[in-house]
């Protein structure tokens, strides 16, 4: 570069990364995103089992979880435990009644279990 070229060179202005008019809490800036796919999975309990123990598995083995029957299950939604729900029975069809929304405390302290 030439010196003509270093004395034109001026700073970047950039746009607020928050437009007030926006940001109003509305709950409109979620309007964007609530069409978008997250995969809801309910977890009925979970177990560890070694690969040989997998192997051996065929229809009528029974696997033992680490829940007790009629206790809560979890429920997941893109690898996170948001909130805890019973099982009930929906015209034929199993379903989930929400019992309790898991805070953001509680599940940062299950990511550490």
């Known amino acids: 570069m030439?010196?003509?070229?270093?004395?034109?060179?001026?700073?970047?202005?950039?746009?607020p990364l928050f437009d007030e008019a926006k940001s109003s809490g509305t709950g409109n800036e979620l309007n964007s995103i609530e069409d978008v796919?997250?995969?809801l999975i309910v977890?009925?309990?979970?177990?560890?089992?070694?690969?040989?123990?997998?192997?051996?598995?065929?229809?009528?083995?029974?696997?033992p979880v680490d829940k007790l029957a009629g206790e809560h299950v979890d429920v997941v939604i893109n690898g996170s435990a948001v909130a805890e729900?019973?099982?009930?029975?929906?015209?034929?069809?199993f379903a989930i009644r929400i019992t309790d929304i898991v805070s953001k405390q509680e599940r940062e302290e299950r990511m550490h279990d």
């Open 43 to 63: 977890e009925l309990g979970k177990t560890h089992m070694k690969v040989k123990d997998i192997l051996k598995i065929k229809p009528g083995v029974i696997i």
């Open 2 to 15: 030439n010196e003509k070229q270093i004395k034109q060179i001026k700073a970047v202005q950039f746009a």
């Open 85 to 93: 729900a019973e099982v009930v029975v929906v015209d034929e069809k």
């Open 37 to 39: 796919n997250l995969q």
